[in-house]
Every structure is written in structure tokens, then in C-alpha cells.
């Protein structure tokens, strides 16, 4: 046993010994630029755009429809796209919800109907062999739902639901409020949610003259993706889409902001913690700009190593949820930090922020640091786009914002180009201080103290407002 213990300390001794014989890591390399293999994007003749991406190894493909007709198109009848999006499941050209369901199972996958700002989608994850029968039912899903009027009253109740479930959550009310006061409420983009009463007094008849009356095939984009024959696929399409009504074009507005500086608080008694959202306009995208705000924003506060997390979250334990991002619709774009801390510690985070704010803007970042994000950045690109449903989000998005079509192919190489004084520079414009909308949802008593305790908050107008 003595023996068997020095035998063992001996070799623990000698591994420090033995790890100076090896030679240094190699450096590591630059990612490779992404590259999407070629596509082929034709229109037919009523306007449908179509997109083919034949993508990866695996026998699957995605088949995604995108629709502008979204939230923007509810002129008042705020969710009145949400209740038609969930009854275009219901059932189409005949066939019941569980129907489809069945249907969309038998080709190894299943449908999904989803609504947002600017679009509704229809999308099936199946085997190949079966892309035509999956773009055949997403034209009857799009185009022949039977939107049954027995079924309205449950789905407006399930939507009721959600509509309950998200009123009850601070991030929501801060969202809401956000929108509110960057656009507001006379703007689509503010006006977030309905009432209950609103929601509930919504009939089959306003969900039909929805769908006729927004979808068209202008405003349509079939994009396709993964393994599949091209001929074959390009068969189903005309035969599903090709004499669906050309409809409206695009709708499109524009999104000016209401200006800060501005302070906006809405009260939660005794809440143990404060929703924060600090918001600046920020550049569209593919402006000259747009690179630049992207790999800035990654290092003030949009990775999990960035500098207002790696701050208020591992130094401080103030909160363990910050992260900022860009917002992009077509025409508008805003960048917003968000967080939920503790709190009694509300102004001294907020004092955190602004003080990584101001080093982003007066120094520039080390090289090692700069980048590390940029390597960061490039990379979690590709890995983002490994898969075929998300290069279709991807292409989904470039064409909705209408970025150039070569947009994927530069992008890790702009990354890589944005270095630390740019950075800076974009800093000093993007995040002026003196222009900042500050949203605060939690117990006022405590908090807004603190907030005009705050240097950069004194003076500015306080506004208490009641959500929604």
C-alpha cells in the first residue's frame, strides 16, 4: 500500500514536469466565411415568389410559406391575424384538424401555423420523399382553409388564455409599454395586445374577411429547403399555388419614433424585482452601419460573456437574465437592453450599465477582447445556419428586410472586418444617453428613489402609466 501511494504522489509530481515538454497550442484560425450552396429563386406568374435551397445530407426537408400578412395588417382589430392563423389549422380543402395532423404525420413530421409582426407561416418538417404531398397541403392549409365557425369560440379562448398568462408577466408589461411609447398606440407596431372583451367579441365573419382580404399570392414565398428532386417539387407547386388569387401587395408603412429623452414606469407593488428595458433607435439593416451596431452590441451586452453581464450578473449578482439586442422590421429598427433585477438594487445596476455604456464609448476595446467576439460572432453564424429550417429563417428574414441576396455570404467577413475603434465610434453614436427610453416595471416606492438618484436620469420627465 506505501508503495502503491509513492508510486502515485510520484507521478502527480511529475505531471507539471512532463506538461512543460509539450509545445504551445497552435493558434486558432479565423472561421471559414459561410456559404450557402446554390439557389434557384423563379416567381410565378400570379407573383409567388419561390426559393430552392438544396441543403445538407439528411433525407428532410422544409417546406415554409411566408405570408405578409401579420400583426401589421390588424389595423384595429389587434390579434385579429393570431385568431386566423390558429384557425387556418382547424381544417382545409375539406379535411378536420386532426386530419392535417394525421396527414402531416404520415410524411414524418407535422404542421405548424405561426403568426408574428409582419407575417403568418405555414411550415412542415418532413421526409423527403414526401415534399410534394407537404407543399400540397400547406396550399390547402394557406389557400382553402375551412376556418369552421364551431371552432372559434375554443380557439379565442385558448388565445385568451395566452393573452391572460403573458398580462401576468413583468417582461410583457414592459414590452408592451416599450412599444407603446417608442411608436405609439396609434402605430401598428404599438398596439401589442388587445383586451379580453376585444379579443373575445371577435366573430368567424372578421377572420374570413382577414384571410380574403390579406393573403394573396403577392405576398407570398414559398421557400424550400434540404434534399428533395427539384422537378418534382416545382411540379406540386404549380399545381398548388398557381391559381391562387394574386391579392394585395406588401403593405408597407413607416415607423417614426417617438424621441426621448423619456422615462416610463409602471407600478408593481412590492414586486422583488425590477424589469428594466433601456432603448435607442439604431440603424436599419444593411445600412453602412448595421455590421458595426451588430458586433457592438455582442460585446456590450448581446453574447453571454459581454461586458454588462459579465458585470451586473457574475460581479454583482444584481440579476441573472441581462441581454440587449436589435429589433429589424422593414423600414425600422431598435436596439434595447433587457433585464430583470433585484429590486432593492435597481439604480445600482442601472448605474453599471451606464458605465459600461461610457467605456464602450471611451475606450477602445483590447484586441484580444475585440476579437474574441468577432470569432464568436462568425462562428455561432454557421452553427446557427447547420440546419435546413434555419437557413430558410435565415433567407426569410434577408428578404423581408430586402437585403441583397449575397447578404450570407458577406456577412462573417464584415464581422471580422469591424475592429475596436469602430466599435467605439459606433458607441458614441448609438447609445446616446441623453436620447435613452427607459422603461421600468416594479414596486415604484422603492425604486424610483433610486432612479432620480441617478445622474443621468436627473432632470429627465418621469411618466407613471398604467398597463395595458
Known amino acids: ?211 380574403s382580404g390579406q393573403f394573396g399570392a403577392k405576398r407570398a414565398h414559398l421557400y424550400i429547403a434540404g434534399r428533395f428532386d427539384a422537378e418534382t417539387v416545382k411540379v406540386a407547386i404549380a399545381k398548388a399555388f398557381g391559381s391562387w388569387t394574386a391579392g394585395p401587395e406588401p403593405l408597407r408603412i413607416s415607423a417614426p419614433h417617438m424621441p426621448g429623452p423619456q422615462v416610463i414606469l409602471v407600478d408593481r407593488p412590492d414586486s422583488p424585482q425590477t424589469t428594466l428595458r433601456l432603448s435607442f433607435d439604431a440603424a436599419l439593416a444593411g445600412s453602412e452601419a448595421d455590421i458595426r451596431q451588430r458586433v457592438t452590441n455582442e460585446l456590450l451586452g448581446g453574447a453571454f460573456s459581454s461586458r454588462i453581464t459579465t458585470n451586473i450578473r457574475e460581479d454583482k449578482g444584481y440579476t441573472y437574465s441581462p441581454d440587449s439586442g436589435l429589433t429589424f422590421q422593414p423600414g425600422d429598427a431598435l436596439w434595447a437592453f433587457n433585464a430583470d433585477v433585484t429590486t432593492a438594487q435597481t439604480g445600482a445596476a442601472l448605474t453599471e450599465v451606464f458605465k459600461e455604456i461610457r467605456r464602450m464609448q471611451n475606450e477602445p476595446a483590447p484586441e484580444e477582447e475585440s476579437k474574441g467576439i468577432r470569432t464568436y460572432m462568425a462562428g455561432l453564424f454557421s452553427i446557427q445556419n447547420s440546419t435546413s429550417g434555419a437557413v430558410v429563417g435565415t433567407l426569410a428574414t434577408r428578404d423581408l428586410l430586402g437585403l441583397p441576396t449575397d447578404w450570407t455570404d458577406r456577412y462573417v467577413p464584415a464581422v471580422l472586418a469591424v475592429g475596436p475603434d469602430q466599435m467605439m465610434a459606433h458607441a458614441k453614436t448609438g447609445y446616446p444617453l441623453d436620447k435613452l427610453t427607459l422603461i421600468v416595471v416594479g414596486d415604484l416606492k422603492t425604486v424610483e428613489p433610486q432612479l432620480k438618484a441617478l445622474p443621468e436620469l436627473a432632470g429627465l420627465p418621469f411618466k407613471t402609466v398604467t398597463v395595458p
Open 1 to 211: 500500500m506505501k508503495r502503491a501511494l509513492f508510486l502515485i504522489a510520484a507521478l502527480a509530481a511529475a505531471v507539471p514536469a512532463l506538461a512543460q515538454d509539450f509545445p504551445p497550442a497552435p493558434p486558432i484560425a479565423d472561421p471559414k466565411p459561410f456559404r450557402l450552396p446554390a439557389t434557384e429563386t423563379y416567381a410565378l406568374p400570379n407573383g409567388m415568389r419561390v426559393t430552392l435551397v438544396p441543403y445538407g445530407v439528411a433525407p428532410k426537408v422544409v417546406v415554409s410559406l411566408r405570408v405578409r400578412a401579420g400583426n401589421v395588417n390588424d389595423g384595429d382589430a389587434t390579434w385579429i391575424a393570431d385568431l386566423t392563423g390558429a384557425m387556418m389549422k382547424e381544417g382545409a380543402a375539406g379535411r378536420s384538424a386532426g386530419q392535417l395532423s394525421t396527414a402531416a404525420a404520415s410524411m414524418g413530421g407535422d404542421l405548424n401555423v405561426g403568426v408574428g409582426q409582419q407575417t403568418t407561416q405555414v411550415t412542415m418538417n418532413v421526409l423527403s420523399e414526401f415534399a410534394p404531398d407537404a407543399v400540397a397541403l400547406i396550399g390547402d392549409v394557406a389557400i382553402r382553409p375551412d376556418l369552421p365557425a364551431s371552432e372559434v369560440a375554443r380557439v379565442k379562448a385558448n388565445l385568451g388564455r395566452q393573452l391572460s398568462v403573458g398580462l401576468s408577466q413583468p417582461g410583457t408589461l414592459a414590452d408592451i409599454a416599450l412599444a407603446r411609447t417608442v411608436y405609439g398606440t396609434a402605430h401598428p407596431y404599438g398596439r401589442v395586445v388587445p383586451s379580453a372583451a376585444q379579443l373575445g367579441g371577435y366573430t368567424i365573419e372578421q377572420v374570413r374577411a382577414f384571410h
